[in-house]
Every structure is written in structure tokens, then in C-alpha cells.
């Protein structure tokens, strides 16, 4: 099994909306990642998490936020965001932070009106 | 700044020709390669990995890896109209993590 699982599919926002995106996995993995990825470009990293802890943060703006509750969950903290953030949002897992595989969740598409 | 190119795209092969999908990395000590297979609107799909000099293959795709030329490559055999998405390479450095090219975007034509 190498699902990675995240909701919301897809949400529409307000500029001064909060909203959270949630991340799941259940292989055990050690390593979870945010993302962002605008049309016909590559993922961007955003946040690293090791361990449950914040190990790199990719100077990513404080409308951020990561929170990462447990070894299998991985929150998205969302605050008055601006149209430009929107993107697919994608979370992935690897097993630890040595070179094995990463697994992407099918992502959130993101639109902030 | 580590980097990693891909052969720029699109690129189009007919249906049951050999695609060949080629990444250079300007990291030497990189460690770690893998390929991505990305829909449109849908999120990147890991297909191959490869870790160590040499071919790795699983069914129709064979990976390739030279680290002495810093360079990965990616067959896909008897192409078919699904295999058409983005291709996106992806290079892992310990404490660096995942470095994507912008990807090649393959078109099978029936």
C-alpha cells in the first residue's frame, strides 16, 4: 500500500479565509512534504517534516502554517492568502530522510478568489 | 543552486516506438534518482528508481544511470497513447531533499 491521502480534492477560498489541508498516510513513513505546483511547472518544495519535526522550511511566507499532530498526519495551515497562491497543493511521504521513494497524496487544487 | 535539466519537450513518438526521456544533475554527490509520471491535473506518480550505475528495468521502462556523467535516462518500450503525460525527473540529495527537472512532456500518437 502506498497511499498517500488528502483532503480537501479541491476548495475555493477567500482572501481572509482560514482553511487547513490534511495529509494522511499509514506505511510508516518518517518523512512527510508539502508542495506546490503551478500549471506546467514542477513541484516546488515547501516544508519538510522528519520525525514530526520541521526540518526544512523553504522560506515559505507565514500564511503557511505546518503542523505535523502525529507521525502520520501533516496539516496546512491557511490565512489570508493571496490569488497567486493558487496552485495543486500535493503532500507526499518517504520512508526517512535517506534516499528511498517519495509518495504523492492526488493532491488539493487550491483557488483563492 | 542544484540542478536538474530535462530534454526539453514536447516530445512525440509513435505508438509502439521506443521513448527515450533523458536528466542531467549539476550535484556530484547526488544519490538518488527517481521518475515521475504526471497527468494533467493530476498529481506525480513515482515509476522508477534507480540508486546505483547502470540499467533497472520493470516491464516496459528501463532506467539508466551514469553518475560519472551525472546523467538519467528513461526507455519506455512499445509506447502507448496512455504513456502520454509529463515526465518529471527527480534527483534526492540527503539533507537536500527532492530537486524535480521541469519535466518532458511525451505524446504517444496512435
Known amino acids: 500500500d502506498t497511499e498517500v491521502t488528502q483532503t480537501p480534492k479541491h476548495l475555493v477560498m477567500g482572501m481572509t479565509n482560514k482553511k487547513s489541508l490534511k495529509c494522511e498516510q499509514h506505511?510508516?513513513?518518517?518523512?512527510m512534504y508539502w508542495y506546490k505546483q503551478k500549471a506546467k511547472k514542477p513541484p516546488e518544495l515547501m516544508f519538510v517534516?522528519?520525525?514530526?519535526?520541521?526540518?526544512i522550511n523553504e522560506s515559505v511566507p507565514s500564511r503557511f502554517s505546518p503542523e505535523c499532530p502525529n507521525s502520520s498526519l501533516l496539516n496546512l495551515h491557511l490565512h489570508a492568502l493571496q490569488p497567486e497562491d493558487s496552485a495543486l497543493y500535493l503532500c507526499a511521504s518517504s520512508q526517512g530522510m535517506v534516499s528511498t521513494e517519495a509518495f504523492f497524496g492526488q493532491g488539493t487544487r487550491l483557488t483563492v478568489v | 543552486q542544484k540542478e536538474v535539466e530535462q530534454n526539453s519537450g514536447p516530445l512525440s513518438v509513435p505508438e509502439g516506438a521506443i521513448a527515450s526521456l533523458n536528466c542531467t544533475y549539476s550535484?556530484?554527490?547526488?544519490?538518488?534518482f527517481f521518475w515521475y509520471r504526471q497527468y494533467s491535473g493530476k498529481s506525480p506518480e513515482l515509476i522508477m528508481s534507480i540508486y546505483s550505475n547502470g540499467d533497472k528495468e520493470d516491464g516496459r521502462f528501463t532506467a539508466q544511470l551514469n553518475k560519472a556523467s551525472q546523467y538519467v535516462s528513461l526507455l519506455i518500450r512499445d509506447s502507448q497513447p496512455s504513456d502520454s503525460a509529463t515526465y518529471l525527473c527527480a534527483v534526492y540529495n540527503y539533507g537536500q531533499n527532492f530537486v524535480f527537472g521541469p519535466g518532458t512532456r511525451l505524446s504517444v500518437l496512435p
Open positions: 517534516y522528519s520525525y514530526e519535526k520541521l526540518s
Open positions: 506505511m510508516g513513513h518518517r518523512a
Open positions: 550535484d556530484r554527490v547526488s544519490q538518488s
